[in-house]
């Protein structure tokens, strides 16, 4: 029954090939709707030998949104040939052009992964401590010292919010519907946010968030 | 075979008794395992009857997380009869004090409602904004004019940054355990932050990113 011709690979190449479709149709669908007999039809496989690669939906669900988060981290890394300044704003402008490219497998990752699934759970605990670490060691390059606590609480919050802002900034822009007479300004009370009005939100943000929490009088 | 002797109760008290136990239960079990047998039990009424007042498991989970989060928007309502000025602490206050208290339902609430249900989406959506829409009215009382949309997406974000530093920062707090030696601390190299410390922090957190993005000269 089946219309896709199947195509001999290698063990470790199937696996990232239907990792790959997992991803490409999170574009489309929600991690919900992944279905298995899809994306074994897409890739010319039967579902069962799928389950060969991944024991269960819940497991190859996780791999996808495993893939999402290493996409992500592998975008954002600060890019050592910068002098140390810029680098921070660079990793951010990274952050927001791969939120704007693949909103939807960004919030599958943000989203999904609070579902009560303690695997989809953990990929998104270690991807937002990678992010919050890099920050972390970033400052302390630049200052020399180890931020204390509080700010290193104000960093994973600051991720939160950035997390937050573009996510809302995106939903906010305007929909590219030439064809739509109909469409209306969403808000018109004010002119938008372009791309590099956001980045320099967010490394401002950043930069107000340390200084505030670094001056805090209490223990 | 019921243990638990029935009581006649109105339809409407039903419903609170049924949603208050499962509010209740949030403090020992996450969402995913409230069991609706549990409940009835708990009310001393039969499955059936339980399903009478809640077409399905999904209805009564999202009742009960709308109850949570009614009784958090209640908790953080700023106090009137306080000086303009002194509101927004007060409210931040009753935040940290309220999740606090109700970890386990905040989390419910905050994690549980992002799992791609839409209604407890819906509800945690609804919440969040209910939050930024009293901050924003709040400064623009306090400044006398309507804040730009930057700074309403700061705002928004920094309602993400206050639920992510409030659940670290419990998250990191020594538990009570008298009877526990092998307890060690779990941060030794700063003094911990206490309950006003973050309130401080939440506080100024806020006025940093107003500053910061009003300051933006982006469009």
Chains 1, 2 share one sequence.
């Not at 990792?19 to 496989?45: H, P």
């Not at 290493?70 to 927001?96: G, I, K, M, N, Y």
């Amino acid at each position: 029954m089946a219309t896709v011709p199947r195509t001999r690979l290698s063990p470790e190449a199937r696996r990232t090939q239907l990792v790959e479709l997992g991803l490409q149709m999170l574009s489309t669908r929600s991690l919900d709707n992944l279905v298995i007999e899809d994306i074994a039809a897409a890739a010319g496989i039967s579902r069962g030998l799928l389950f060969h690669y991944f024991p269960s939906k819940r497991e190859y669900r996780e791999a996808v949104v495993r893939a999402a988060a290493a996409d992500l981290l592998d975008h954002v890394a600060p890019d050592p040939t910068l002098p140390l300044a810029e680098q921070l704003r660079s990793a951010v402008t990274a952050f927001v052009d791969y939120v704007t490219a693949n909103r939807d497998s960004y919030v599958a990752l943000v989203r999904g992964a609070s579902g009560g699934d303690p695997g989809l759970r953990a990929v998104f605990d270690e991807t937002r401590s990678v992010i919050v670490t890099r920050v972390v060691d970033h400052l302390a390059l630049l200052s020399g010292a180890m931020p204390p606590r509080r700010v290193r609480l104000a960093i994973r919050g600051w991720v939160a919010f950035a997390e937050e802002v573009v996510l809302d900034w995106l939903a906010l822009q305007p929909v590219d519907t030439s064809d739509d007479a109909e469409a209306a300004p969403a808000d018109v009370d004010a002119p938008d946010l372009d791309r590099d009005g956001i980045v320099e939100m967010l490394d401002g943000a950043l930069l107000a968030l340390v200084a505030s929490a670094a001056a805090s009088t209490r223990p």
